[in-house]
Structures are given as C-alpha cells and as structure tokens.
Nanobody
Framework: QVQLVESGGGSVQAGGSLRLSCAAS??????MGWFRQAPGKEREGVAG????????YYADSVKGRFTISRDTDNNTVYLQMNSLQLEDTATYYC????????????????WGQGTQVTVSS
C-alpha cells in the first residue's frame, strides 16, 4: 500500500507563502499531486506531477502562484504556494496515482491525512 504524510501547513496572511511537503512510503513511479477541500465544498485537484518531474498540471485557480515539484529518489513531493489568497484556505491532501494520466484528477486513488492551510486578511 501507499502511505502519504503531509507537512508544512499553517496560518498565514494573504499574500504570504507556504511550502507543503509529502513523504510517500514507497515510490509510486507514476503520478503524485495535491488536492484540497474547503468547508462545505467538494475536494478539488490543485496540482499534479509525473514520475520524472517533467510534466506538471495545475488548476486554473492556482496557476502562476503554486508550483509542484517532486523528488523521485526520496519519494517526496512539494507544493510551493505563493501569493496566498483567502480562497486558498482548505485542508490540503497529498495524493498518488499508480496508473493513468497525471492531469486527470480521477486517476488519483491514494490520499494522505491532510494538512490545514488557513489564510487570513
């Protein structure tokens, strides 16, 4: 099985930055990504990345502000979040897909426990 553990969440003011990290119990050799869920809203895909750290995918709402990267040797994925907005407040989940297309959110099947990100004015 794949176990994913997120870290790096916290509270920041609007315009600030956070860097999330996710450690996987083993290499997925395929896709890793980040999802988020705000209270009363559905879980949504935020970013995804391929096994070779070449192709990345982003939700329109975070393009230009968030950057996903992956260390395949260490089975770690990161999400650098800049220019954070109030709307970014959510629980962020690390995710993995063992097969499929990394830009298709439904292909992600494994999830971490989540880390809270709160953005205030």
């Amino acid at each position: 099985q794949v176990q994913l553990v997120e870290s790096g969440g916290g509270s920041v003011q609007a315009g600030g930055s956070l860097r999330l990290s996710c450690a996987a119990s083993r290499s997925t050799s395929h896709c890793m990504g980040w999802f988020r869920q705000a209270p009363g809203k559905e879980r949504e895909g935020v970013a995804g990345i391929d096994a070779y750290d070449v192709y990345s995918y982003y939700a329109d709402s975070v393009k230009g502000r968030f950057t996903i990267s992956r260390d395949t040797d260490n089975n770690t994925v990161y999400l650098q979040m800049n220019s954070l907005q109030l709307e970014d407040t959510a629980t962020y989940y690390c995710a993995a897909a063992l097969a499929g297309y990394c830009g298709r959110w439904s292909d992600y099947k494994y999830w971490g426990q989540g880390t809270q990100v709160t953005v205030s004015s």
